[in-house]
């Protein structure tokens, strides 16, 4: 018996030696200036309330207007992660615009990542007049976007991270990830396992 309390405090202190040097994962919420207050309060609470990270705030300083497409009457968001990528490195970041975007081959997009380093979201189409729907709305986009920047691909499961191609999917698709989704960020901290 006491060789096998020996062996789970060793199993314990290896555990507490490997949990405090993993690196905090920690995120930069860059919101623009065309993004409404209440969405502004919707993105920080749906990263509080969705994710075990750090995360500071502040204003996207990046001139967006180079990926203006004038004749489509939407931003690029391919362009807007591209430049992103080049002017924070080696970070993980969140930007959030109140502009349409889109990337090639789709009409529109609700956000767009790119695993390991970051997303965009458009609170555009996301808007209604119902604060709970737009809410609602957010917390699904910022979920799913973050999602993919945390490895996550699409899922066909009851979960976030299926695909929405409308509002109505957006709609009618779940907040939560699905369990095995769930287990693949609890393993990296991400998210709580309860």
């Not at 990528?85 to 789709?106: C, K, M, Q, R, T």
Request: proline residues 3%; aromatic residues 8%.
């Amino acid at each position: 018996m006491e060789k096998i309390d020996v062996l789970l405090q060793k199993i314990w202190v290896l555990i507490m030696v490997f949990e405090i040097k993993k690196p905090p994962i920690e995120l930069k919420v860059l919101l623009h200036r065309s993004v409404d207050s209440f969405a502004r309060e919707a993105i920080i609470r749906s990263i509080e309330l969705s994710f075990n990270i750090d995360f500071d705030i502040s204003t996207l300083r990046l001139n967006i207007e180079d990926a203006c497409n004038h004749r489509r009457g939407q931003y690029d968001a391919e362009k807007i992660l591209n430049t992103a990528l080049i002017l924070i490195p080696n970070e993980l970041f969140l930007i959030a615009i109140g502009y349409d975007i889109y990337v090639s081959n789709l009409n529109f997009v609700f956000g767009v990542a790119l695993p390991n380093h970051g997303c965009i979201i458009s609170t555009w189409r996301l808007r209604d007049r119902d604060r709970e729907v737009y809410e609602m709305r957010i917390l699904k986009t910022v979920r799913h976007e973050l999602g993919h920047v945390f490895g996550l691909t699409h899922c066909n499961r009851y979960c976030v991270m299926r695909f929405a191609n409308s509002l109505l999917e957006l709609d009618m698709k779940p907040k939560d990830f699905c369990n095995k989704c769930k287990s693949r960020l609890a393993r990296i901290g991400i998210v709580a396992t309860s």
